[in-house]
C-alpha cells in the first residue's frame, strides 16, 4: 500500500479582510494576552495589525521590535514574554523573525534550547504557547514552516514549529516592505512550485498546491493592477511553500549538483525545469500553457511586457544568487528565452488536463 | 531592537456597530412578528425545546467595557418567538449564532453574502445542537422570504420557496414589526 502523508499544521486564514477575524482566532487558540513582534522594516503590516487588535478591545501585552539580523534575538522575545506576562506569540515579519520567534516559543514551551531538544522524540511541553503568524510579502522563501534555523546553521524539521494560525491580508502584503521584489518573490516561488511537482512519490495535495501557486503567478503575470499582483504573489509564495514541505527532498541539496559543477544559471535553470518536467506524469497540457505565459513574449503589448520582463529579469537575478561563484557567466535574455522554450517544448507532449479539479475530485471520493 | 508595553485598548466602529446593532434588532423584531404571522413558522419552534433561548452576536460579546451588537428571542409556550433584546443575563443559551467581526456581521445581515456561503467562509461560529440548528436555519430562511424582496431573499437562501399568501403575510409582518403588536 502507498502512503504518502501529507501535514499542514497551521490553519490559514486568507482573502480579504482576513485580518478582521484576529481578535475571534486569537480567542481560539486561548491566546487573551499576545505578544507581538515585529520587523522594524514592516512599521505598517504592524500599524494595521495592532489597529485590527483594538478594533475588537483586545488586549496587547506588548510589542517588541527587532532589526533583520539581530542577534540573539530569541532569547530577547522569550525575556519580553515572561516580563510582560503575555500568554502568545504573534509575529509580523520577514524569515529571520518568524524562525526567531519558532526559536523563542520552543524554549518557552520546553523550558530549554532548541538545541538542547531532541525533536525526533520530544517531551510532552511545559506549556502551550499559541503562535499566530501575518504573513508579509518576503524574498525568502525558506525557512519553510516546519523548520527551525539554528544559530550553528543546522537545520531542524518538526511539525511543532507549524503556527497555530497564518493570515494573508492583501491589506498586510500589500504595504509590506519587499512589494517592489514581487517579480522576484513570483519567480522563486514559480522555480520552488516546479521543485514540488518533480517530486512523483509526493502526496496529491503537494502537486495540487504547487500547481496552484504557478497559477497564481500566472494569473499575477497577466494581470495589470499591482495591487491584484501583489495578492496573487503572497499568494503563490505561500502555496510553494506549503508544497515544499510536503516534499521529500530538500530543494537546496537537489540544486547542489547544478551548483558546483560550473554550469552557467541558464543552463542550471533549464536542467531544473527539463529534468522536473518529465517527471509529470499529469497535467502536462495545463502545465504548458503556465509554462506559455512564464515565457518571455517578446511581441505582447506593452502592458503585460513591462511585468514579463521584470519577471524575466527577476529569474536572472534569482539564478545569478543561487550560483555561489559570481564569477559565473551571465546568461543573457536570449539565452533565458532558448532555456524557457525548451521547457515549452518538453510540455508540450502531455495529454491531462485540470489536475488540481482532479485531485480534489480524489480527495473529495476517496481512492481505492 | 525596541520593547513597548501595552495594556487595554478601546478602539471601536461606532457606524459599523450601530447598523449592525438596528440591523440585528429588525431581524429579532421580524422573527417574533413572523412566528405570529406564519403558521408553517410556528410549525417549526414547535420543534424546538421550551423555553429555547437563540442568540446571534458578534465577537466579542462578552469583553468586559466593550458592547458588541446581539440580539436574542426564546421559545414562549405558545409555540412563538419572543425578542429579548440586545442583551441578557441568562447565559444558558441553546442556539447562539457568533459572527467573527463586525464586517463579517455587515456582509450577512445586508446579504451581500448568503448564509451558506457565509458559514463556508468562516464568518461565523455555531454553538448549539443540531436538533436546535436546523428548524431554526428553516424559520430564518421563511422569516427572510417573508421580510426581503424576491430578489434580494433569493441570495440570502439556498431554495426560494414562495409561501401561501406572501402579500398578505408580509404587509402583516411590517404591520407588526413597525407597531411592535
Redesign the interface.
Same mark, same amino acid.
Given at each position: 500500500m502507498d502512503i504518502r502523508p501529507f501535514y499542514s499544521g497551521s490553519k490559514i486564514?486568507s482573502?480579504s479582510?482576513a485580518l478582521? *477575524?484576529l &481578535? +475571534?482566532?486569537l *480567542?481560539s487558540v486561548n491566546a487573551e494576552k499576545p505578544l #507581538?513582534i515585529a520587523s522594524?522594516i514592516e512599521r505598517t503590516a504592524e500599524k494595521t495589525v495592532a =489597529?485590527a #487588535? =483594538? *478594533? $475588537? *478591545?483586545?488586549? /496587547?501585552?506588548? /510589542?517588541?521590535? #527587532?532589526?533583520s539580523g539581530?542577534k540573539n &534575538?530569541a532569547k $530577547?522575545i522569550a525575556e $519580553?514574554f515572561n516580563r +510582560?506576562g503575555c500568554d502568545s506569540l504573534l509575529a509580523i515579519g520577514d524569515a529571520d523573525l518568524i524562525n526567531a520567534v519558532k526559536a523563542a516559543r520552543v524554549e518557552l514551551s520546553f523550558g530549554k534550547a532548541p538545541a538542547e531538544i531532541d525533536f525526533t522524540q520530544p517531551a510532552p511541553p511545559r506549556r502551550s504557547v499559541p503562535f499566530v503568524s501575518v504573513a508579509v510579502l518576503t524574498p525568502e522563501i525558506g525557512p519553510l514552516p516546519n523548520e527551525l534555523i539554528l544559530d550553528s546553521g543546522a537545520c531542524i524539521t518538526s511539525p511543532l514549529f507549524y503556527p497555530d494560525t497564518v493570515f494573508i491580508d492583501p491589506r498586510v502584503t500589500g504595504k509590506s516592505a519587499a512589494v517592489s521584489k514581487r517579480s522576484e518573490i513570483a519567480a522563486a516561488a514559480s522555480i520552488f512550485a516546479v521543485f514540488a511537482l518533480s517530486d512523483t512519490q509526493a502526496h496529491p495535495a503537494v502537486r495540487a498546491c504547487a500547481h496552484s501557486a504557478l497559477q497564481q503567478v500566472c494569473e499575477a503575470i497577466e494581470t495589470r493592477s499591482r495591487a491584484e499582483q501583489t495578492r496573487l504573489i503572497a499568494n503563490a509564495r505561500f502555496l510553494s511553500q506549503i508544497a515544499l514541505t510536503g516534499v521529500r527532498f530538500v530543494p537546496e541539496i537537489a540544486l547542489l549538483p547544478f551548483l558546483t559543477d560550473g554550469r552557467n544559471p541558464t543552463e542550471t535553470l533549464k536542467t531544473l525545469f527539463e529534468a522536473a518536467l518529465p517527471t509529470l506524469s499529469f497535467a502536462k497540457d495545463d502545465l504548458s500553457q503556465i509554462v506559455i505565459k512564464l515565457v518571455p513574449n517578446n511581441n505582447a503589448g506593452s502592458g503585460k511586457q513591462t511585468l514579463r520582463s521584470e519577471f524575466e529579469t527577476a529569474l536572472l537575478r534569482l539564478t545569478q544568487r543561487l550560483v555561489p561563484n559570481s564569477a559565473a557567466p551571465k546568461p543573457s535574455r536570449s539565452e533565458l528565452f532558448k532555456a524557457f522554450e525548451a521547457v515549452k517544448e518538453s510540455a508540450l507532449t502531455a495529454e491531462q488536463k485540470n489536475e488540481c479539479l482532479k485531485i480534489l475530485q480524489i480527495q473529495m471520493e476517496g481512492t481505492e | 531592537m525596541e520593547i513597548l508595553k501595552m495594556g487595554n485598548s478601546n478602539g471601536s466602529k461606532p457606524i459599523k456597530t450601530l447598523c449592525a446593532a438596528f440591523l440585528l434588532r429588525i431581524l429579532g423584531f421580524a422573527l417574533a412578528a413572523a412566528s405570529k404571522v406564519d403558521k408553517e413558522i410556528r410549525g417549526e419552534i414547535a420543534l424546538l425545546p421550551d423555553g429555547c433561548l437563540i442568540g446571534m452576536t458578534v465577537f466579542p460579546f462578552d469583553r468586559p467595557g466593550f458592547k458588541m451588537p446581539a440580539m436574542f428571542v426564546q421559545k414562549t409556550s405558545e409555540n412563538r418567538f419572543r425578542y429579548i433584546g440586545s442583551r441578557t443575563d441568562n447565559r444558558n443559551f441553546d442556539f447562539l449564532i457568533t459572527f467573527t467581526s463586525l464586517e463579517a456581521a455587515l456582509r450577512v445581515l445586508t446579504f451581500r453574502e448568503s448564509t451558506l456561503k457565509a458559514h463556508a467562509r468562516n464568518r461565523f461560529t455555531i454553538k448549539g445542537a443540531l436538533i436546535t440548528a436546523a428548524p431554526f436555519s428553516r424559520i430564518l430562511n421563511k422569516t427572510e422570504i417573508l421580510l426581503l424582496p424576491k430578489i434580494i431573499a433569493a441570495r440570502a437562501v439556498r431554495r426560494y420557496d414562495k409561501p401561501k399568501k406572501k402579500h398578505r403575510k408580509r404587509i402583516c409582518l411590517y404591520a407588526r414589526i413597525f407597531t411592535g403588536i
Open positions: 486564514i482573502g479582510g478582521d *477575524a &481578535s +475571534f482566532e *480567542a #507581538l522594524d =489597529k #487588535l =483594538k *478594533a $475588537t *478591545a483586545a488586549v /496587547i501585552g506588548g /510589542i517588541c521590535r #527587532l532589526q539581530e &534575538s $530577547t $519580553t +510582560f | -
